[in-house]
């Protein structure tokens, strides 16, 4: 299996190049947004820094494109304002993709507006490939036949455990030409009621904008549920979850030629690439997703090496009824550890 990465801007800990460099087998693409362009995930940066951003940004990604990495642009924002479907944003977003295509060699795009996707399909046809999005919440062949200004399609998480969708999805794009991805380690909850409200709020975010009132708990559904639910019903939610262990990485080949990984924001993006590279993680679980949760369930750990393959696979296929089952529960008190 082969992975598609998530960059973020250099520090004392993190260079992208570097880690492509170490992985590089394991590593086909890196996906980025551009300078503060709205997508989402939170800003790189303060507005002031911005010419700063996007020189870093280039010097970094044209060194990881030499490595024979592909390129995929994120305008994955859930919203651009009243302009998001006019002529004069369409015309910005292509003169923005046509910039790039030229300055740093982009080989696709990823986004979640359908205008975007066939605005872009328009003006370079087969030269740029057009990915949906995972927060289209795409799940059906009905859903991807509404959209043919797409060449491939993010399942959403709530199927990445069920093998049998997956493969009927698969088959569909298989006859039309089309791909299949799959993001492999998302900490999103299950049909979180949350989403599109959050994704909204994360599109309209800048630096100099963020403002909350005096709860914020809409801000941070998953955080906020998981508290709630105590530590049992916490990390059993978290399992329930549709993120996939890298040891059960490899039973996805038949179906996926690249999976993505959440990286952008995570704060040890190399441990999470190692693990899926190696298709063994021995840390804790909580660290493995972005958004983490380790703070969460501080002197608790989920320690992965007490979780067979065997009862990880119990959980696939969950029709997620979860007030009729508590596999969950039982699997998160086997890999619970005090410190």
Known sequence: MRFSVGYQLPDEYVSLPEICRRYSDGISDVFFSWGNEPSG?????????????????SREIREIKALGKSLTLLLNA???GAEGASESFGRRTVNLVAELIDRLSVDAVTTASPFIAQVLKAEFGRGLKI????????????????????DGFYIKKELNRNFEAIKELKEWCDGRGKELYMLANSGCITDCAYQTFHDNLIAHQTFENIEYGASATAAAPCHELLKSLGLLGG??????????????????????????????MHQRPE????????????????DLTEPSFSHLFKGYVLDNTRISSEDA?????CDHRCHRCNACMRLAKEALVHL
């Open 131 to 150: 990915k949906a999005s995972v927060n289209m919440r795409i799940g059906s062949v009905k859903a991807m036949g509404q959209l043919p200004y797409f």
């Open 235 to 264: 990390l059993a939610e978290f399992l329930g979850s549709g993120w996939v262990r890298p040891e059960e990485i490899k039973l996805y080949e038949p179906y996926f030629n690249e999976v993505k990984l959440a990286t952008r």
């Open 78 to 80: 859930n919203c651009y």
């Open 41 to 57: 995930r939170f800003p790189l940066g303060e507005e002031k820094f911005l010419a700063d951003i996007t020189d870093c940004q």
């Open 313 to 317: 696979l119990k959980l696939f296929g």
């Open 271 to 286: 441990m999470v690439i190692a693990a899926y590279c190696r298709g063994r993680f021995n840390g804790n679980l909580l």
